[in-house]
């Protein structure tokens, strides 16, 4: 840990306008994402088969994989610093510095999301009981979660 660590968490912490979204707040966010892209996929796979005139048996895995990273990176890297489902929670994903997520830390912690699913969402709750309330994917990614004060 170098000494400008602790100076740039600070000024986080220190934040006048924010604090640490906690784990209830974070769920409702990612319940709201989830009904989207659910909401999303099934509007597309109607308009495909009304094209098609034929069923869509359903979206190959990789379709799904990369609309799911597109949503959670794109929105995470982007101006709104959140995903649609945050906004509506108001909370925003920043850097440890309180800076907009470039489009690879936000990667970084999509593939952290998938870790923290794959060890049955202890991943997840790590947010509940971590002193900046961070998953394991935030702690990966050196990733905060804020909420306005």
């Not at 994402?33 to 190959?60: F, N, Y």
């Not at 830390?105 to 060890?119: D, M, N, P, V, Y």
């Amino acid at each position: 840990m170098t000494s400008q660590e602790p100076a740039r968490d600070a000024a986080v912490v220190d934040d006048p306008l924010h604090t640490y979204a906690g784990f209830w707040r974070r769920l409702l966010a990612f319940a709201l994402d989830t009904l989207v892209l659910v909401v999303s996929a099934g509007i597309l796979i109607g308009l495909v088969g009304a094209l098609t005139g034929e069923p869509v048996q359903g979206p190959h895995r990789w379709v799904a994989f990369l609309a799911q990273w597109a949503y959670y990176a794109g929105f995470e890297s982007s101006s709104w610093r959140a995903t649609p489902g945050k906004r509506l929670c108001s909370l925003i994903v920043v850097d440890l510095d309180g800076r907009q997520l470039t489009l690879q830390r936000a990667t970084l912690r999509f593939a952290g999301e998938l870790l923290s699913g794959l060890l049955l969402g202890v991943g997840y709750l790590m947010a509940a009981f971590t002193s900046r309330k961070q998953a394991l994917h935030d702690l990966i990614a050196g990733t905060l979660v804020l909420r306005p004060r």
